[in-house]
């Protein structure tokens, strides 16, 4: 297979960055690169799928993941995995030895060791330079899900059309289970088990970078987890907050000790992004030095400074990300340039994982949530035609169709898109931004 067939199978077939990100696997592929990296850190508390789903399908995927690489014409593939996944290090081992080209490097349960930029780090000991790519280092990281959807795309030919998610938190009987996509999280739920407490809140994906969805929000190629929470949680209250109220508590309680900056992970490794001192010219209103805003483009979300480091419990992932967005808003482009040389503190600044549990709140939840490989059904399902990072599909179905899973229902636009697919079989009854598509009784 050559990199072009590669590519057509991909985008075809609709594989996306199933780690949350949602990149198009295809725009990715590229004979520059000389190692692929295996993401299977998953350093958020409470998520399990692609520990879960590397131990059930090692062989399928370290053998896709050898393909991969040699489609690439990469020197080496590497599995970054945690050292504390002892199930799915084995599962690995016992297949690995038909790849001589294939490693496996074992890592700290810390947080964020599942950000690309990080975990290459630690792989390969590079530093990609803050605004730029993986490639620039000659690298490209697939997470684990999305190299599974790969196999399935070349070997059996099946599109994505469906999704694990991990569904944890107040909730009976944790499970992680195989969902069609446009699945309603009420339904979700449901298939899952018995919510656990009287006022239900609806994290979805991580505990530090998801987002409050409700029981009407879709499962889509980027959902990870439903994280159930009694609605008083902190998780669920520091996702509702004022970012009005939130400036004004950092005028009044930011001390400046730095901790943010110091324990963020970006920063350590030479990007010039710097919490505290957004802190400080939000607390002053001073505006006269636009590099400490421009460089809120650098910061990568993680939320450390927010969920763990500030000891005032401030805000200054939500503040930096408002400015971040404002500024792509007004059309700044992030700018590629040198890092500072690497902390020399960055190993003793790493946020253990079950110590971020605690600290969350999380740790009690933190259970088994057996995987369910078979497919589950719907009734009624309502799929956005933008699950991906690029322009949305297009939809080529009309009210009234018939249409059978797996069938393509919208094609991808022109530029970075991809092709999104039936995930059950059933009629069409609406089109718009998602199309809707219901059982025949």
Not at 77 to 91: D, F, H, L, N, P
Not at 374 to 400: E, F, M, T, W, Y
Not at 405 to 415: S, T
């Amino acid at each position: 297979m050559n990199i072009d067939e590669l590519k057509n199978i991909a985008r075809e077939a609709g594989v996306v960055g199933a780690g949350g990100a949602g990149f198009p696997a295809y725009a990715k592929m590229t004979e520059a690169a000389d190692t692929v990296i295996l993401n299977c850190v998953e350093c958020e508390p409470l998520l399990k799928l692609h520990r879960q789903l590397l131990s059930l399908h090692a062989s399928e995927i370290v053998g896709m993941l050898d393909t991969v690489r040699e489609t690439f014409g990469a020197r080496e593939a590497v599995i970054g995995i945690k050292s504390e996944y002892k199930e799915t290090i084995r599962a690995l081992k016992s297949v690995i030895g038909q790849y001589i080209k294939v490693r496996i490097h074992e890592l700290k349960a810390a947080y964020p060791m599942g950000d690309e930029v990080v975990l290459i780090y630690e792989v390969t000991g590079k530093v990609i330079k803050p605004g730029g790519l993986p490639i620039d280092e000659n690298v490209v990281v697939y997470n684990v899900e999305t190299m599974y959807n790969m196999y399935r795309a070349v070997h059996e030919k099946s599109p994505v059309s469906d999704k694990l998610v991990s569904i944890v938190g107040e909730i009976d009987t944790p499970k992680t289970l195989r969902l069609p996509l446009g699945m309603s999280v009420r339904d979700a739920v449901k298939a899952a088990g018995k919510i656990t407490t009287k006022n239900p809140a609806f994290l979805m994906g991580g505990p530090m970078m998801g987002r409050l969805g409700d029981e009407n929000t879709r499962i889509t190629k980027t959902t990870n987890a439903i994280i159930i929470l009694p609605e008083d949680h902190q998780l669920v209250l520091k996702a509702d907050k004022d970012l009005k109220i939130e400036k004004r508590r950092a005028s009044s309680a930011c001390c400046q000790c730095r901790t943010c900056t110091d324990l963020c992970s970006r920063h350590v490794l030479g990007h010039p992004i710097e919490p505290h001192r957004v802190m400080r010219a939000v607390a002053n209103g001073d505006a006269s030095d636009m590099k400490i805003f421009v460089n809120t483009m650098y910061c990568s979300g993680c939320g450390i400074c927010e969920k763990y480091a500030c000891p005032q419990g401030l805000s200054p992932k939500s503040i930096i990300q408002e400015f971040k967005g404002a500024l792509r808003a007004g059309g700044v482009k992030i700018e590629k340039i040198d890092p500072t040389p690497v902390a020399e503190q960055r190993e003793q600044r790493k946020v253990p994982v079950h110590r971020l549990a605690h600290r969350l709140g999380l740790y009690n939840y933190d259970k088994d949530a057996p995987i369910s490989d078979s497919p589950i059904s719907a009734d009624r399902v309502s799929i956005p035609l933008s699950q991906h990072i690029g322009a949305p599909a297009v939809a080529i179905v009309n009210v009234g169709d018939h249409v059978v899973k797996g069938q393509l229902i919208a094609k991808a636009a022109d530029g970075l898109s991809v092709n999104i697919h039936a995930s059950i079989d059933g009629v069409v009854k609406s089109v718009d931004k998602e199309i809707m598509i219901s059982k025949v009784n």
